[in-house]
């Protein structure tokens, strides 16, 4: 059995908006392994920061198993991200039926307060947060800002059809 027959049957890249963002594969777990840890219940978020990890993790769905395994290939390995401000950024689903991601990048000096054994932060650096709307995803933002003041946080919006470079 291989994972991308199964597992991760169903999956969706969402493609960074910034060159220095981490792409993001979201792959919608079937309903017989779904629950309360996943997002939205269903949803299993894979961080990509390179084509490289890209084409690692794809190698990794296709191998041959004798059994399912987690798909948490990357989850422990540190990020190549460094930043000195708190970054959000929005990822719109390209297709239907998929939730809208707010990725959060944190600075060491955020993530040094948490045990180093904890879960809380993706590959040591971000948080994830998937919604059924953009408007879910702007009152986040808002309650994110209004708990960190407006001196923590760096809000980045690309236009519409915009790529840019950061």
């Keep these: 059995m291989r994972l991308i027959d199964d597992l991760a049957a169903r999956r969706l890249y ?3 908006s910034l060159a220095t963002l981490p792409d993001i594969l979201l792959i919608e ?20 920061e390179s084509l490289d990890e890209q084409q690692e993790f ?13 798909p948490a290939l990357l989850n422990h390995r540190p990020s190549a ?14 297709a239907l039926h998929w939730p809208w ?15 180093s054994h904890s879960e809380l932060f993706a590959r040591g650096t971000y948080t994830l947060e998937a919604f059924t709307s953009a408007g ?18 760096r809000h980045v919006r690309c236009a519409a059809g915009m790529i840019g470079n950061a």
């Design 14 to 16: 969402y493609q960074r």
């Design 29 to 48: 777990i079937p309903a017989r392994f779904a629950g309360s840890g996943l997002a939205l219940h269903r949803y299993y978020p894979v961080i990509l």
């Design 58 to 70: 794809e190698t990794f769905l296709c191998e041959p198993r004798a059994t399912l395994v987690p």
């Design 81 to 94: 991200f460094r930043a000195e401000n708190i970054v959000f950024a929005r990822y719109e689903p390209k």
């Design 101 to 115: 991601l707010l990725l959060c990048c944190w600075p060491r000096n955020y993530t040094a307060m948490v045990p």
């Design 136 to 153: 879910e995803v702007d009152l986040a933002e808002a309650e994110l800002l209004a708990a960190l003041g407006p001196h923590e946080a």
